[in-house]
């Protein structure tokens, strides 16, 4: 069953400007992951945050975790054109589960 | 490169066609995973090798065949499929026990 939720579905923002998804899953997790996917390609693994942490930094990622509300967020800021992609969170409980991902775009 | 190879990147095959999708990381992980990506869909788990050892078949139909003759090497051994079964396969790897899973780039398979 899917376990992440990712909002907004689509994103579509200007060059330089901040960008946020968010991701509300269902059940008790280990860690949550993002994982970013250019067009039919593989997912790459961007960043892992654990149950007991609240955020965390990564470069140009933030990252927070609020397991009362079982949702997290994904801030990329500065954006680039490069940035262009879809991101997925991933929560790990017994196994790793998809959500269906932000596609997001960043116009030049 | 990922570490994570997937051949092959594309394959076009008939109902009928019996054909092979190969993954082969170079990572030394000890655990390999099929996913299946239908557009629109979230990531679906197909199944999950530990150490060579099926632990897990996300109810798979039997058309779709699974090997793992090493810690290194995944296939999946593809018959008679339908129509729906066009999508990405990605393939992933991971250290058992630990976080991150790497992906390879995919094969983007359509059943004609």
């Known amino acids: 069953s899917q376990q992440g939720e990712e909002d907004p579905q689509a994103l579509s923002i200007q060059e330089g400007e901040n960008a946020t998804m968010n991701c509300s899953y269902k059940?008790?997790?280990?860690?949550l992951q993002w994982y970013r996917q250019n067009s039919g390609r593989g997912l790459v693994h961007l960043i892992l945050?654990?149950?007991?942490?609240r955020e965390k930094h990564s470069g140009r990622l933030r990252v927070t975790l609020d397991t009362s509300k079982k949702s997290s967020s994904l801030l990329i800021t500065a954006s680039r054109a490069a940035d262009t992609a879809s991101y997925f969170c991933?929560?790990?409980?017994?196994?790793?589960?998809f959500g269906t991902g932000t596609r997001l775009t960043i116009i030049p | 490169e990922t570490g994570v190879t997937q051949t092959p990147r594309h394959l076009v095959m008939g109902m009928t066609n019996k054909k092979s999708l190969k993954c082969e990381q170079h990572?030394?992980?000890?655990?390999m995973y099929w996913y299946k990506q239908s557009a629109k869909k979230p990531l679906e788990l197909m199944f999950v090798?530990?150490?060579?050892?099926?632990?897990e078949n996300n109810s798979v139909p039997s058309r779709f065949s699974p090997e793992c003759p090493n810690s290194s090497h995944l296939f999946l051994h593809l018959h008679t499929l339908q129509p729906e079964d066009s999508a990405l396969y990605l393939c992933?790897?991971?250290?058992?026990?630990?976080?991150?899973?790497?992906f390879g780039s995919g094969t983007r398979l359509t059943v004609v």
């Open positions: 992933a790897s991971s250290q058992a026990g630990a976080d991150g899973y790497t």
């Open positions: 990572l030394g992980h000890n655990a």
């Open positions: 059940t008790s997790i280990n860690n």
């Open positions: 090798y530990n150490f060579k050892e099926q632990t």
């Open positions: 991933a929560t790990v409980g017994e196994k790793l589960t």
């Open positions: 945050i654990r149950s007991n942490e």
